[in-house]
Nanobody, 122 residues
Framework: QVQLVESGGGLVQAGGSLRLSCAASGRTSSSSVMGWFRQAPGKEREFVAAMSWSGGGRSYADSVKGRFTISRDNAKNTVYLQMNSLKPEDTAVYYC???????????????WGQGTQVTVSS
């Protein structure tokens, strides 16, 4: 089992920045990839970004490329999502998730955090 706990969400004005954190515990060795997803009201959960713990690969959704950066601190078993130039359409609950490969489908992620709300005002 892998436990994931997100933090760092909040309310920010358009153009602002937030950094989300996801602390992993448990059998983290069984999940070599960490991803971020988001879900807005009335919409399906969508892929945002993913990377391997080794740092060998990263993937981003087109909608966040150039604005969001995923990174990790292996010593702390923590993955971050730095979000810059935020837009109202980035408003959603953000979830971190663990997988074994860098993929964009939510069904391929086996462990999920509880989510953290990000609200971007115009």
């Amino acid at each position: 089992q892998v436990q994931l706990v997100e933090s760092g969400g909040g309310l920010v004005q358009a153009g602002g920045s937030l950094r989300l954190s996801c602390a992993a515990s448990g059998r983290t060795s069984s999940s070599s990839v960490m991803g971020w997803f988001r879900q807005a009201p009335g919409k399906e959960r969508e892929f945002v970004a993913a990377m391997s713990w080794s740092g060998g690969g990263r993937s981003y959704a087109d909608s966040v490329k150039g604005r969001f950066t995923i990174s990790r601190d292996n010593a702390k078993n923590t993955v971050y999502l730095q979000m810059n130039s935020l837009k109202p359409e980035d408003t959603a609950v953000y979830y971190c998730a663990a997988s074994t490969t860098i993929v964009t489908g939510a069904n391929d992620y086996h462990y999920w955090g509880q989510g953290t709300q990000v609200t971007v005002s115009s």
